[in-house]
């Protein structure tokens, strides 16, 4: 999507705010830096006036509610914190509302009441649709509650969007890829998809150090995550967000224990995704090329994924493809994150793959 067509996105964190009991993977205090304090209409204000700042040209701007579990909380709470935003919208300043929350909070009676605040999207934090992961996870909802909470959204104008693990304990290849084709299923809008991180101060921690729980490495998850994208992609589904947004909390170690962390996730994520892609479309004519080399023509705004970090798919292409040489050529009118492969060919000046 093109940078001004996004919206800019004012996060309000809510850290454990209307959640029942705390999951086993979360400490939401550590993720979002801040303590466990509803905000309030100051609150509000002085976050909006600093992200605004960011807008620039992009003609939309959402203020989102994450961190906790937002129809858990109290009626009067839900209320006043909508009815903070609301000179904003009449100022033109905020065009709309969203927020996460768990599928066991979604009734027709909690969206009935969040229904007049201008609420663009809601997000439901799925997790898996194992109910025995979701058990072992100490999530307190079962797979049923997300297919419910889904069927009561569809009847609202909202966007729905869906949060999902990768690590979960008990979790395997295949629940986890069955897991996703079931949300998929389901019709979700736009997806996240977050890798599990062993946090301090989290149930996981325990887990860990008595080694009840491994976590995943950054090489099988990457696998694991583009398994799970290209499902939602299959199903038309939009995946907005791989990994955890990157922050100064997420690099300290005795805050963050152990798991696949890397700033950069999505983009090693993307670039294994068009390496395949490359390869895969390589290996069908690979027996009868006869060119010189292969050019991979990409959008701009994609090349450092193709390249990967470090130039790791041209290094790995040209050891695969041994006597073709690659090179990379911007091409704006190329879809982001598609490439178009064309064999080069001194007597029919190229060709297309």
Request: aromatic fraction near 8%.
């Amino acid at each position: 999507m093109d940078h001004a067509k996004r919206p800019l996105v004012i996060p309000v964190f809510i850290p454990h705010s209307g959640c029942p009991h705390q999951c086993a993977f979360c400490n939401q205090s550590i993720i979002t830096s801040q303590k466990s304090r509803l905000p309030d209409k100051e609150d509000i204000r002085k976050i909006a006036a600093q992200y605004y700042q960011y807008k620039g040209k992009r003609k939309k701007v959402v203020l989102a509610f994450f961190g906790g579990n937002f129809l858990g909380l109290g009626p009067e709470d839900i209320t006043r914190l909508l009815e903070f935003i609301q000179p904003l919208i009449k100022a033109g300043k905020i065009d709309s509302i969203r927020f996460s929350t768990r599928p066991d909070t979604i009734s027709q009676k909690t969206l009935d009441l969040v229904a007049p605040y201008n609420i663009s999207a809601v997000e439901l934090g799925v997790q898996s649709m194992n109910d025995e992961v979701l058990l072992k996870s100490k999530r307190g909802h079962t797979a049923m509650d997300a297919i419910n909470a889904m069927q009561l959204l569809k009847k609202y104008p909202f966007k729905i969007g869906v949060q999902v693990m990768a690590g979960l304990p008990g979790d395997n290849d295949s629940s986890l890829f069955e897991s996703t084709k079931k949300i998929a299923k389901l019709g979700p809008d736009f997806a996240r998809i977050y890798p599990l991180m062993v946090l301090k101060g989290s149930l996981m921690e325990k887990w860990y150090k008595t080694k009840k729980y491994k976590p995943l490495g950054l090489e099988e998850t990457i696998r694991l995550v583009k398994g799970m994208y290209q499902i939602f992609k299959a199903g038309d589904v939009d995946v907005i967000r791989m990994g955890l947004q990157a922050s100064p909390m997420m690099e300290d170690k005795s805050m963050v224990l152990a798991g696949p962390w890397h700033p950069a996730f999505g983009h090693l994520v993307f670039s294994e995704i068009l390496y395949d892609d490359v390869c895969t479309r390589i290996d069908q004519y690979h027996g009868i090329l006869k060119s010189e080399g292969i050019v991979l023509n990409v959008h701009p705004n994609s090349e450092s994924r193709l390249r990967g970090d470090k130039n790791i798919n041209l290094k790995k292409l040209n050891q695969k493809y041994k006597g073709l040489e690659f090179s990379i050529c911007r091409d704006d009118t190329i879809p982001l994150n598609e490439v178009d492969i064309c064999e080069l060919d001194r007597k029919t000046k190229g060709k297309w793959l």
